[in-house]
């Protein structure tokens, strides 16, 4: 997406929304919060080809990755397995896809990536990785935040009077949450301009730093794949994951069934796992 060009969609990529069906996942929401944007466009420098790489999904969300073929929009993808990966983290495990296309941008580690409506993929200063990842990203939060609020001129006062001033994050969400949808626009411009200026390979190098520590505790054994940040791709092949579980097994074949796909190979849970090892 070209962001000095942004517009709302007519139709988002990805909604996410509460059971009041508040949006969630809005991209000024994230913007407002400091968050950092990993956008194909921000990182279009650093772009290159890839023949071979994984992403693993359910079923019901087959359908909705092979509508986004060709188009720049980021799924994450991996070339070494984990176990955490091929039982599936935010779906199940049930296909292993294997697509060829185009990335800006490779960690060597999962870094918990946040999607917002439009596709884009974010990183969080909070998030539920590593510590060092979130401190890099709060010093990204931090910068733009503040440049944001001189270029806009908000006030950090705090309405409250407890504090001289309130965090950077809180005042910019407080000044957009209400404004209509062309000072969003020109704010989205703004923060993608400056986020290009601010996101480069010294960086992305930082944080893959920050992650390669994070692979020497014990306790992300279970998330040690590499994530791969994958657009304009095409899918070569789709295999039906054969769990070691039968209860998630026979559920998987209820389903291949019902999406009538129960035609594609197969593969074991162990051998996607073993993929980049």
């Not at 294997?98 to 200063?125: A, Q």
Request: aromatic share 10%; hydrophobic share 35%; net charge positive.
């Amino acid at each position: 997406m070209a962001w000095d060009n942004w517009k709302a969609r007519e139709k988002y990529v990805s909604e996410v929304k509460s059971k009041t069906g508040w949006v969630q996942n809005k991209e000024w929401a994230f913007a407002a919060a400091g968050y950092l944007p990993l956008s194909p466009s921000i990182l279009q420098e650093f772009e290159k080809d890839l023949d071979r790489v994984y992403h693993v999904t359910d079923i019901k969300s087959y359908s909705k990755l092979k509508s986004i073929q060709g188009r720049r929009v980021d799924i994450a993808t991996f070339t070494k397995a984990s176990p955490g990966i091929v039982k599936g983290l935010l779906t199940d495990g049930e296909l292993l896809v294997t697509l060829k296309g185009k990335t800006s941008v490779m960690f060597e580690g999962d870094v918990n990536t946040e999607l917002d409506r439009n596709g884009i993929r974010w990183l969080k200063p909070n998030g539920n990785v590593s510590q060092r990842v979130n401190d890099i990203v709060y010093e990204f939060s931090v910068d733009i935040g503040d440049r944001a609020i001189k270029k806009f001129a908000m006030t950090r006062e705090d309405p409250t009077g407890k504090r001289s001033k309130v965090p950077a994050h809180i005042a910019i969400h407080n000044w957009i949450y209400d404004k209509p949808g062309g000072i969003k626009k020109q704010f989205l411009n703004y923060y993608y301009a400056e986020a290009k200026k601010l996101v480069n390979k010294t960086l992305i190098d930082k944080l893959n730093k920050a992650l390669g520590w994070r692979d020497q505790q014990g306790v992300w054994n279970n998330i040690t794949h590499n994530e791969i940040l994958l657009h304009n791709f095409t899918i070569l092949n789709t295999e039906l994951i054969l769990s070691e579980e039968n209860d998630r097994q026979e559920k998987m074949w209820e389903r291949a069934d019902a999406a009538n796909i129960q035609g594609f190979d197969v593969i074991d849970e162990w051998d996607v796992y073993q993929l980049g090892k």
